[in-house]
């Protein structure tokens, strides 16, 4: 069974940084791609950064480059995304899932989510 438990979020001041985490199991870590995803209350989820399966390759929303970073530890099977400078527009549940086979851009399954939310 695969299983993806995100942990990390919380509260932070604007400016400030967090770093989630993301234990999978239940499956070959390293031969999937990986990405977050990100949601607000009464919208659909939106892409914030992919990672191919071997970490050799990034990809980020035009928005959050250069703020944001994925990375992977394969020897772990965690999945991390370091945000800093954060924003209180990047308030939301922090997604991380499982991509498609031979995809970077569509996920198969996500965990539960950890919230982040950032206010003064």
């Known amino acids: 069974e695969v299983q993806l438990v995100e942990s990390g979020g919380g509260l932070v001041q604007p400016g400030g940084s967090l770093r989630l985490s993301c234990a999978a199991s239940?499956?070959?870590?390293?031969?999937?791609?990986m990405m977050w995803v990100r949601q607000i209350p009464g919208k659909g989820p939106k892409w914030v950064a992919s990672?191919?399966?071997?970490?050799?390759?990034?990809t980020y929303a035009d928005s959050l480059e250069g703020r944001f970073t994925i990375s992977r530890d394969n020897a772990e099977n965690t999945l991390y995304l370091q945000m800093d400078s954060l924003q209180p527009d990047d308030t939301a549940l922090y997604y991380c899932?499982?991509?498609?086979?031979?995809?970077?851009?569509?996920?198969?399954?996500r965990g539960q989510g950890t919230q982040v939310t950032v206010s003064s």
């Open positions: 239940g499956f070959i870590f390293s031969n999937y791609g």
């Open positions: 990672i191919t399966s071997g970490g050799e390759s990034t």
């Open positions: 899932a499982r991509a498609k086979h031979l995809e970077l851009y569509a996920y198969d399954y």
